[in-house]
């Protein structure tokens, strides 16, 4: 790992960065968060810190010419989802919907955030923020996953909504990022759709989920 952002400066932006160092002595590792106070927090373990909407960053930064190894969403929202409406603005409106109930009792856990927002679990229980996301085993109880949620994602009837699922990966125990060319991936996929798009970040365990519809902008 050469360069790493870190999106968000709060506990888990803070946990990510402390993690990181010190696994990946060498690493660039950019904090953005909009709180300056939060920033202070991490100034030791940053290369460099950037008060700034972290979606807005990313819409900015984010290039195939500029961008990190990983990206790391640490932030109270569903970052792939609000950078995405922003790089969509200037040719699309995006319509919520919601996402289908159907397809939500098939995913253990279930809370629902504001907006129409889902998110899911596995475990039925609050995971330790040390778990190295084992293949097959919970890393907790010992037994088999009962599915790989992000698996179970890309499974979606495209027919009802296409499904389009950005990856999150360990990068160390209770750590998880995605890659820039999976988040401009999903952008490509998301523009190419014509109908309902079922929107996830996913782990094997953690999934949060925006279904929507972009509705072109008139001139």
Known sequence: MKTVWIIGAG??????????????SEASIIVVDQDQRALQHVEGMAT???????????????????EP????????????????CKRLSPAYRVEKLTVPEALTQKLGCVFKGEGGRVYTSVADFICPN??????????????????????ELTA?????????IVRSRQLSPGVGGYSPGDLL??????????????????????????????????S
């Open 69 to 84: 190894d990983w990206i790391v969403a640490a932030v109270p929202v569903h970052l792939a989802f609000e950078w995405l």
């Open 11 to 24: 506990q888990f932006g803070e946990k990510a960065a402390v993690r990181l160092r010190l696994k990946y």
């Open 185 to 218: 991936d999903a952008l490509r996929k998301v523009e190419a759709c014509r109908g309902p798009v079922l929107l996830g970040t996913a782990c094997r365990c953690h999934s949060v989920l925006d279904a929507f519809r972009l509705i072109p902008r008139t």
């Open 156 to 164: 979606v009837d495209p027919h009802q909504m296409t499904p389009v």
């Open 48 to 66: 460099a810190v950037v008060a700034a909407d972290g979606a807005a960053y990313l819409a900015e930064h984010l290039t195939v010419s500029e």
């Open 130 to 151: 040390n778990c190295p996301e084992p293949a097959d085993l919970c890393f907790v109880t010992g037994k088999p996953r009962p599915i790989d949620l992000y698996k």
